[in-house]
């Protein structure tokens, strides 16, 4: 029973549609899990639930999928009608003048700020001037009747559908008002709504789905870039990999991680293709980023330059302070040159050898938990980048992310808990992090290339 209930909603953090769907679930107190969606890169389930037009929201209720906001909000509203408060007036006439405004709002005010992300100049002053101009008319045409004396929102002490429209559109207004450099909502022009907004924004679920300011702020400078014709074709991002690559692995994390869209480009080693030998002509290796035609290799490198190109995207990878900076470089750069260079000569070898390179491996990892992470984990984050994942963070994911599997393949514990407590349960928390699950391969497929792999080295005469 439980699995034909099972509620699922496909999303993307900044669509204001995914948004709303997000909100009416919490408010009717229906329980969901929500799939963080890559629109870079489609997942298959997302193209499966909506062959159609492959864009979120997508709700998923006992297996069975409903696309577009309005269709998905009318199908909660009419299952779940026992649910938490209604979502629309039970008098039709009411429904009906409310489905009217939040189309509105959804098409006239919504389309109108999309056209500012799209234009400069003129175009674009005149672009605000029509979104003021609707919210105008919103102010005197709807609300007036709509907003009942005494009410806090339209809906009526709850939050509802045009109350919810209005908070997923405008409800990061403030924001969307230091990007363009303009005022949107002017309290003297339209004070109903600008009542109205405020006190949407106030609502506390509308705080708890609120995504931090500098988050948007990166977000809409990425997107204004793309859209403007005069910068779209300079911002393109390819990133050339192999899926197995840890060093790939953390390039296409910290892309994510900073909410840059990429194009990703899986190679085959056994037959390089023509674009990775022009771009990466003295290496010939992944991963390769490239930006603008030009081509940046070595993940180290191209981590600084996503970190200093990209640097108002999303939460910044490294420390603000120069010598935390420094260390998180440092434990960064010892992950990579003795953790992983370890796990790489434990699959080298056999017998006693191996057991020494694993055992070499874990007093390597005490040394990160004593001289490391004891300074650099703050006292009650989550992660070294505090709580978000950061460079030091992403490099340990990436080299020891899989560790379980890699006990299984070699048949030894390498994590012991009691032996490096900070370390294990920092890893783990590395672990559990939604990105980190999102890109994690099948255990299978990890398995079977560490076999394969092993194989090579064992057969090789250079191996020892």
């Known amino acids: 029973m439980a699995e034909q209930n099972r509620v699922v909603l496909y999303g993307m953090w900044a669509s204001p549609f995914a948004k709303r769907i997000h909100l009416a679930l919490k408010i009717k ?81 919504f389309e109108g700020l999309f056209l500012l992300m799209k234009t400069e100049g003129e175009a674009q002053e005149k672009a605000i001037e029509d979104v003021k101009e609707k919210l105008k008319v919103l102010e005197e045409q709807g609300l007036k009747d709509l907003l009942a004396e005494g009410s806090t929102f339209v809906n009526g002490d709850e939050l509802g559908c045009l109350d919810i429209v209005m908070l997923t559109v405008l409800g990061m207004y403030k924001v969307h008002e230091e990007f363009f450099g303009v005022k949107i909502v002017e309290e003297e022009k339209i004070p109903v709504v600008f009542s109205w907004l405020n006190r949407l924004i106030e609502h506390p679920l509308a705080k708890e789905v609120a995504p931090p300011k500098e988050k948007v702020l990166g977000f809409l400078h990425f ?5 403007l014709p005069s910068q779209a074709a300079e911002n393109k991002v390819v990133l050339y990999g192999l899926w197995a690559s840890p060093f790939v692995k953390r390039v296409e994390l910290a892309l994510k991680i900073k909410g840059i869209p990429f194009e990703y480009v899986e190679e085959d080693f056994l037959n390089k293709s023509p674009e990775l030998l022009k771009f990466n002509p003295v290496y010939k290796k992944v991963p390769v980023l490239v930006h603008n035609g030009r081509s940046i290799c070595e993940s180290a490198i191209i981590f600084e330059y996503i970190e200093e190109v990209w640097n108002d995207n999303g939460p910044s990878l490294l420390p603000q302070d120069p010598y935390k900076r420094s260390q998180v470089r440092f434990w960064a750069d010892f992950v990579q040159n003795q953790l992983f260079d370890g796990l790489l000569l434990a699959m080298k070898t056999e017998g006693e050898a191996q057991e020494k390179a694993i055992k070499e491996v874990k007093e390597k990892l005490k040394v990160v938990e004593e001289q490391g992470l004891k300074s650099l984990l703050g006292e009650g984050s989550p992660f070294v980048n505090g709580d978000e994942l950061g460079y030091l963070d992403i490099g340990m994911l990436t080299i020891l992310g899989r560790y379980k599997i890699y006990e299984e393949f070699f ?54």
């Not at 489609?42 to 037009?53: A, E």
């Not at 012991?416 to 497929?445: D, Y």
């Open 29 to 109: 107190g229906i329980p969901f899990e929500y799939v963080e969606e890559d629109l870079q890169n489609k997942s298959p389930d997302l193209l499966k639930f909506n062959p159609v037009y492959k864009k979120v929201p997508v709700l998923v209720h006992n297996g069975r999928s409903i696309c577009e906001s309005a269709i998905i909000f009318e199908y909660i509203e009419e299952v779940w009608n026992n649910n938490g408060p209604s979502l629309l007036p039970q008098d039709p006439y009411k429904r009906a003048q409310v489905r009217f405004w939040a189309d509105y709002v959804q098409k006239q005010v």
């Open 223 to 227: 997107i204004r870039q793309k859209l």
């Open 411 to 464: 048949g030894m514990k390498i994590m012991e808990e009691e032996e490096i407590p900070i370390v294990f349960s920092w890893l783990n928390r590395l672990i559990e992090h939604p990105i980190a699950k999102e890109g994690a391969p099948p255990k299978e497929k990890v398995l079977g290339l560490l076999h394969i792999t092993r194989q090579r080295f064992l057969q090789s005469p250079v191996a020892t």
